[in-house]
């Protein structure tokens, strides 16, 4: 489950285990969008009124806002699937 607004974990999860390679065009642009307004989500709303699942989420796909890889981009480069 997620908060009003964000993504939630199985979508996070689903889009970051395929790789960009077998993705459509269509699910690109929709992950990008998806990302993009879960990470506004995340900066407009204050740490202390995060759910558990929410700060796991925000550290799993690295929507700290500080322009640092995800540990699932770092992986994906690791493997060569990254962008």
Do not use: C, V, W
């Amino acid at each position: 489950m997620s908060d009003h607004g964000r993504q939630s974990l199985s979508d996070k999860t689903t889009a970051a285990i395929k790789p960009d390679s077998e993705k459509t065009t269509r699910e690109h642009f929709g992950d990008k969008f998806k990302g993009n307004m879960d990470s506004a989500a995340s900066t407009a709303q204050p740490e202390n009124e995060k759910s558990y699942t929410q700060k796991a989420g925000d550290a799993f796909s690295g929507n700290s806002n500080e322009d640092k890889p995800s540990i699932t981009q770092k992986a994906k480069n690791a493997l060569g699937m990254g962008n």
